[in-house]
């Protein structure tokens, strides 16, 4: 099974990268950008998707600072 | 056969040979090269391999003394500093890749560098930069700025290795082809160095490191031997990408096997990867080096002959090795989870033979390979007309209030704290002198002793007067070093120039190349070695011949005595130190007012310059002075402003200057200060209070100038 | 007194590390890749960038052979310090609060700070001066845990150190440069005590947190 796994800064939390990339957006005149939030994507191919999630819990992400969302894909 | 033979020019062409040079190739092999001989010969034929055209000038450098251990040649240079210690150095430049990609171009820069460093054998303890870039009012100029600087840190931070000091400086003539150099210094025993000549028929060749890719292909001929111009943008995919976690194991790796004793000859793999090392190991060690492709582990498994030969991919080192230690070295790259594999053996043959499994791609003598390419002799002449247009005029007041403030806030003056606090500079516990803190960096050895290390290099004086530019280029870099307390031991130097086949970009190299060497002999200061950066230009035209001066030299005294910049005291006396002539010839503020650049600087007094000195050194290892710092750009109020801000206290002095005295430029001028009657130069003022006096002409209060000087904030908002 | 200081592949403040603790006891360098803390006293998680850092600072460290039993020791009461990547390492491994995030600048900043020492009563801290002048040198060095959390870190005085006002260099949450978990013996921080041991090369203001530790051996 083919899956991305797609990791967030939590809500709330301060995210100075997409405060930057917000900004540089607006100043090329991309008006009306909010909202910017940055993360990492990570892809990979796995046996048993049941094990995703902990996978996320336990190294891809670290849940107290960040969200994580898995789409899984047929390999 | 006339039409294979075009055909063969063509190929040859656009590797960067000429149909001469092609035709030599013919004549010396006895047929014609197939194409992975002309990939590999092209690459060791290139000014970046060859020096074609810097040849005949660099052997006029001098390069023997009674302290130097490791000459040009090897992979650095290396000096005696005591009691069994060695200290290995050398500049290189990464212009052209940071030009194309500059985060990954500076960073894999800083990791070259270190490369060649611990392939001497010598741990790598501290790094500088030289950098250029055009006028930073332009958005380009602050896009290679802010990604270099993060470059750079984020290699050397990454790896553990501080950065302690450098230069930038911004003019236009650097805008389309910023300047990357960047500068390693090692520690090592004596008795644990090793050179790279291979020996020892039979003896394995290892490849150890990061696997092979397609990284940088092209990149040493093509990038660093020829003019790059708009429309370049198809060499993108040649940019390296680096990684300072696997050069830390490599780099442990590497020191680990030499402390075991396990190599015969060690080498790093930098421009043109494999192609470049291994004839450069085999024709050093005269014998030849049998090499197996299929041997060689790739990170993408189609790859041609030729780009495996070529591949710049970074964190790569080869080792010749006896079969009875092959066992322990691999224990040893195992241990630090490095791979390594068998790659080739030593023979005989005097030839580089290139096979995959049982098939032979290539076979060519090392004496056409490495020793064959023609060399070429400059042909110089002193340009008619003036190569460089006049900066802007951005200043029209006389005041030397408005002067002085506007030269604090001139972006080759201005604080450097936002470049530098990007930069580790205290990892390894051996920083004494932090950047900014003194004119040169200092160091403390195992031995409790220390050395101290600066770079300069002032193009825009270059420029204008390429023989004095590049005297007062050396000068200044040996001041730094002096108002530390330090005497230098050995000079590397990494020569910034244009198109060297055009006559006027021959004669800046003649003439600089010649203040070099009369610089150094007349200070008695040997070239260890250095780097050729030539066909810096773009359709703007040349940069600023920027020969960057690399010095390292040693204390004597307790290293805590090492004067720092600020003035220390309150009630203590200012001196100037030296016969200091300055003039506004090509200063700064004749920069400022948009004046064109001079036909010549004033003539250099070395012998002074060197009286004075020898004058602050010896007073700086007495203790006597509580501050040091040279007068360079800006001049003596700019210098005095320096020393004021350093240490938040201000200072007065009641002699009347006149403008050339304030803010001209010249070597050989410090100020020092101190006690009255130990201090040596002439008085001039006392320190104290909040604001900078001098006579009627300047009075501005201490955060007026501060606020000037942090103009480069802005920059890095 | 033996100091275990860890070296990861990518450490880089191991061996500042090893000479700050020899001035005040006996240095034992330790492998990542061993299962053994040598019967040292108390541990040294040091700054670098443990496996490269590429995916969170710590991230994978907190997963090395040797932390299985710096975690065991850390239980049974072994004082455990981690400064820098070490901190990162330790609130990876859930053994400290909180977590690092990117400096607000988004820059990496090496610079001299001043802190203010908030909880003098502790096995590190008791020797230490109240107001230490100690380098910051990191990329990811910005204290972050829920509000509940800090009021409650405030509360318990597991907040150490802060730094002193305006001398915040990375955006930490409250000025928080280091903190200690509930139980007193695992000690994080940001700042870099290990170079300021020595006035040649700085300050000696970090020096009592390593001297405080003598005699806390297990």
């Given amino acids: 099974m083919h899956a991305r796994v797609l990791i967030r800064p939590k809500a709330g939390i301060l995210d100075p990268q997409g405060a930057v990339a917000e900004r540089a957006l607006g100043a090329l005149g991309f008006d009306g950008v909010k909202g910017v939030r940055i993360g990492r994507l990570v892809e990979l191919d796995v046996a048993d998707p049941a094990t995703l999630p902990e996978m996320c819990e336990r190294l891809l992400a670290n849940p107290l600072i960040e969200d994580y969302e898995i789409i899984e894909s047929p390999a | ?227 790059f111009g708009e429309g370049d943008e198809g060499k993108r995919p040649t940019v390296q990408i680096g990684d300072p976690f696997a050069e830390k194991k490599l780099m442990e790796v590497s020191l680990e096997l030499l402390e075991r004793d396990l190599l015969v000859a060690l080498q790093d793999l930098g421009a043109a990867g494999l192609t470049s090392s291994v004839p450069e190991m085999a024709s050093k060690g005269g014998v030849g080096i049998d090499i197996d492709l299929a041997k060689v582990p790739l990170r993408e498994a189609d790859m041609r002959p030729q780009e495996i030969m070529v591949s710049e991919s970074q964190e790569r080192m080869v080792a010749i090795v006896e079969p009875p230690k092959l066992e322990r070295v691999l224990a040893v790259c195992a241990h630090w989870e490095v791979a390594a594999s068998v790659i080739g053996e030593v023979t005989q043959t005097g030839c580089i033979r290139v096979l995959s499994g049982e098939e032979l791609l290539a076979d060519l003598p090392l004496d056409v390979l490495v020793d064959g390419c023609p060399i070429y002799e400059l042909t110089a002449a002193k340009p008619s007309q003036p190569l460089y247009s006049s900066p802007p005029r951005q200043l029209d007041s006389t005041d030397p209030n408005s002067i002085l403030l506007a030269l604090l806030a001139s972006p080759n003056i201005a604080d450097r704290r936002y470049l530098y606090e990007q930069y580790d500079s205290i990892v390894q516990s051996r920083t004494v002198r932090r950047p900014a803190s003194a004119d040169a960096a200092v160091l403390v050895l195992p031995n409790g002793r220390a050395i101290a290390t600066a770079t300069d290099c002032n193009g825009r004086r270059v420029a204008a007067d390429p023989y004095r530019g590049t005297l007062e280029s050396v000068l200044e870099c040996a001041a730094n070093l002096a108002c530390v307390g330090a005497e230098p031991l050995g000079l590397t130097n990494n020569l910034n120039f244009g198109n060297p086949e055009k006559p006027h970009i021959a004669w800046q190299l003649t003439e600089s190349v010649r203040a070099l060497g009369d610089a150094c002999r007349a200070m008695e200061i040997p070239v260890v070695g250095g780097n050729v950066s030539l066909y810096n230009e773009s359709a703007e035209g040349p940069i600023y011949p920027t020969p960057v001066i690399g010095l390292v030299g040693e204390l004597l005294s307790e290293p805590s005595r090492a004067a720092c910049i600020a003035f220390a005291h309150e009630g203590d006396a200012v001196a100037v130190v030296g016969a200091f002539e300055p003039s506004l010839a090509a200063s700064e503020l004749a920069k400022l007012r948009g004046e064109p650049l001079p036909d010549e600087l004033p003539e250099v007094d070395v012998g002074a310059a060197c009286v004075a000195l020898a004058m602050v050194r010896a007073a700086v290892r007495t203790g006597a002075v509580h501050s040091a710092h040279d007068i360079a750009e800006g001049g003596f109020a700019v210098a005095l402003a320096e020393c004021c801000l350093a240490a938040g206290l201000g200072a007065t002095v009641e002699t009347e200057l006149s403008e050339t005295k304030l803010f001209g430029e010249g070597p050989g001028g410090f100020i020092v200060s101190g006690p009255a009657d130990q201090i040596p130069g002439r008085i001039v003022g006392t320190v104290g209070g909040e604001r900078l006096r001098i006579a009627a002409a300047i009075d501005i209060p201490l955060d007026r100038l501060g606020e000037a000087h942090s103009a480069l904030a802005a920059l890095f908002d | 007194m033996k100091f275990g200081v860890i070296t990861f592949p990518g ?190 090369t700085g300050s000696t203001d970090g020096l009592g947190l390593f001297a405080s530790l003598r005699g806390c051996g297990l």
């Fill in chain 3, 11 to 200: 450490s880089c403040d191991d061996l500042d590390a090893q000479l700050a603790v020899a001035r005040v006891g006996t240095a034992v360098p330790l492998w990542h890749a061993d299962h053994d803390l040598q019967g040292v006293d108390a541990v040294i998680i040091p700054g670098g960038f443990s496996y490269g850092d590429y995916l969170r600072p710590g991230a994978v460290a907190r997963f090395a052979p040797i932390m299985t039993e710096v975690i065991e020791f850390a239980h049974a009461g072994g004082h455990v310090m981690g400064i820098c990547n070490g901190f990162q390492v330790l609130c990876e491994a859930r053994l400290l609060p909180g977590a690092l995030l990117t400096n607000t600048s988004l820059r990496f900043v090496c610079r001299q700070v001043s802190l203010e020492l908030v909880n003098p009563d502790t096995a590190f801290t008791r020797e230490a001066p109240a107001r230490l002048s100690i380098p910051v040198k990191h990329t990811t060095g910005r204290y972050y845990a829920p509000e509940p959390d800090l009021d409650r870190l405030e509360a318990n005085r597991q907040v150490v150190l802060r730094y002193a006002p305006g001398e915040n260099p990375n955006g930490s949450a409250r000025d928080i440069a280091g903190v200690i978990n509930e139980a007193g013996n695992v000690f994080g921080l940001m700042p870099h005590p290990e170079h300021a041991v020595d006035a040649l």
């Fill in chain 2, 1 to 227: 056969m006339k039409v294979a033979v075009s055909a063969l020019h063509a190929a040859a062409r656009e590797l960067g040979l000429t149909d001469a040079e092609t035709d030599l190739i013919v004549e010396l092999l006895g047929r014609e090269p197939n194409t992975v001989e002309l990939a590999m010969l092209s690459v060791l034929w290139s000014e970046h391999c060859s020096y074609k055209h810097s040849k005949p000038l660099l052997q006029t450098l001098p390069t023997h003394g009674p302290r130097l251990l490791m000459g040009p040649g090897e992979n650095a240079g290396a000096v005696d500093v005591g009691d069994g210690w060695t200290v290995a150095f050398k500049i290189e430049s990464h212009n052209h890749p940071s030009a194309v990609e500059p985060f990954e171009g500076a960073a894999t820069g800083v990791g070259g560098i270190l490369r060649d460093i611990f392939a001497v054998g010598a741990r790598p303890i501290a790094v500088l930069d030289s950098l250029r870039f055009g006028e930073p009012g332009s958005e380009r100029t602050r896009y290679l700025l802010d990604r270099v600087v993060a470059g750079i840190g984020h290699y050397g931070n990454s790896i553990g290795v501080p950065t302690v000091g450098g230069e930038v400086y911004f003019e236009g003539p650097y805008e389309h082809n910023c300047l990357v150099n960047a500068m390693c210094i090692g520690l090592a025993r004596a008795d644990r160095m090793i050179r790279s000549a291979a020996a020892g028929p039979g003896n394995l060749l290892v490849l150890f490191g990061s696997s092979t890719g397609r990284d940088g292909i092209g990149g040493a001929s093509v990038l660093a031997s020829a003019e």
